[in-house]
């Protein structure tokens, strides 16, 4: 399906070679994939320049390119170039501009934990009224989250943009990018603080969510967090989600059964297929969400029944000698690796183990996060493992109330063999470390 012509290129970079109008079908900028007409869009980093790849995106189907090179060689006469100071300025300003050609309702979501279950579950909720595109896998930066915007298709009515950052003015960029009808802010934890300094700092970041937000934009967030009660100014529309009796949707009545959380809303009952209180928070963002754009409750209900998240976000997998993992690999902080491990808690099995590795990104916090991890776990846990470097400070951190077995790992191989020895019918064992860890390699030889 077309995206645009050339002539629509040429309305935003003026500076450009003679041409004659084609339709673009896709945006890439891996050189080495096969598209259909396709806009090459070459990325400068510090240690390479696609500029070099430019005659291989052009054989691989690409039928114009922007770029900040004024001489090529490797092109033939004719051949569409659009000429621009920087290519990833460059795709992001062509992204702000498709945006409005298609005019969806954007959806943006940013947060320490949370993100991307909570885009799932809006996109899967949205989906009973809407055509919805959302951000595939991690593409939430200031590359990836243009291209998403540009690979939504013209019939498009809403996007629901996944947003990360790293540091300050990142969530800014991309907020003005997709200029979002609707803003949430998932929570406010740990993640990246090693570069924002404190948890305020980071909230600070996430609350830049808002920078591109327009007179009717609608912000909806964790409304039992108070650092996110102090952004200025506020001229839009509010709503708050949680467990505080005066949120405006008040979450209650939560129960964790073998293979879904039931819960209610604002008295109304709702069941999801996922497992943990902080789900129940997260379907609560949909939820608001859905009832702002008039979504009637029985389709809701509907669509969160149906809910199927990305692999190694909490993953419940047969293993070994009959035993069940859960592969929360995927990435971690310390609150969600203790909202994991407190719905391990709630699981009916004999035996529970938790393999913890490192959180990264913490800095100077890594000693106390890890043994504010290490402190949440109790006698319902038997076995704490750990691996890694940092992950040792989990086991510093347990008290009395834990009475189980417990051991740190440096070594991947030795770890497995433990594991081993200990998984039968009765035993779940729960996986979480930072994405850097790479546990989905434990995981996959107990499969």
Not at 42 to 59: K, L
Not at 203 to 221: L, P, Q, R
Not at 240 to 258: A, E, P, R, W
Not at 419 to 442: M, P, W
Request: charged share 25%.
């Amino acid at each position: 399906m077309e995206k645009f012509d050339l002539n629509f290129l040429a309305s935003i970079f003026p500076n450009h070679t003679d041409y004659e109008n084609k339709e673009i079908y896709t945006i890439f900028r891996d050189s080495r994939e096969k598209v259909q007409q396709g806009l090459f869009i070459p990325i400068v980093g510090e240690r390479f320049d696609s500029h070099e790849f430019i005659s291989q995106a052009i054989e691989n189907g690409a039928v114009a390119i922007l770029s900040s090179r004024t001489e090529l060689t490797q092109i033939p006469e004719g051949f569409p170039v659009f000429y621009v100071d920087d290519t990833i300025e460059a795709l992001q300003t062509l992204a702000n501009h498709y945006r409005h050609l298609v005019n969806p309702i954007v959806v943006g979501i940013t947060g320490s934990n949370g993100k991307t279950t909570t885009k799932e579950i809006v996109a899967s909720c949205l989906a009973a009224k809407y055509n919805v595109w959302k951000t595939i896998g991690n593409l939430n930066n200031h590359i990836g989250l243009p291209l998403t915007v540009l690979s939504m298709d013209r019939n498009c009515d809403v996007l629901v943009a996944e947003m990360g950052m790293s540091g300050f003015g990142e969530i800014e960029l991309l907020s003005k990018i997709v200029e979002p009808d609707f803003g949430i802010i998932t929570n406010i934890g740990e993640s990246h603080i090693e570069h924002l300094g404190s948890r305020e700092g980071i909230a600070k970041a996430k609350s830049e969510i808002t920078c591109g937000f327009k007179e009717n934009s609608v912000f909806i967030y964790d409304g039992d967090e108070p650092l996110l009660k102090t952004i200025e100014p506020r001229p839009f529309k509010e709503i708050t989600c949680g467990f505080s009796k005066d949120l405006d949707y008040v979450i209650d009545d939560i129960n964790q059964h073998n293979d879904q959380t039931s819960f209610s809303i604002n008295s109304e009952a709702l069941t999801i297929p996922l497992l943990g209180k902080h789900q129940a928070k997260n379907a609560s963002f949909a939820y608001a969400l859905c009832k702002e754009l008039k979504i009637d409750v029985s389709s809701i209900k509907q669509q969160l029944n149906q809910l199927e998240l990305p692999s190694m976000r909490f993953e419940k997998m047969d293993a070994l000698n009959g035993s069940t993992i859960i592969n929360d690999a995927y990435n971690a902080s310390a609150t969600s690796m203790i909202a994991s491990i407190d719905v391990l808690k709630n699981m009916n099995y004999n035996k529970k183990i938790v393999v913890l590795g490192d959180i990264l990104e913490l800095g100077d916090f890594s000693k106390e996060d890890h043994k504010r991890v290490g402190q949440s776990i109790d006698s319902s846990i038997d076995e704490v493992l750990t691996y890694g470097e940092e992950s040792k400070y989990i086991l510093d951190g347990l008290t009395d109330n834990f009475a189980g077995k417990s051991k740190h790992f440096i070594n991947q191989e030795e770890l497995i063999d433990d594991l081993k020895q200990e998984l039968d019918e009765n035993t779940i064992v729960l996986f979480k470390a930072s994405r850097g860890i790479k546990l989905e390699e434990v995981v996959n030889q107990l499969v």
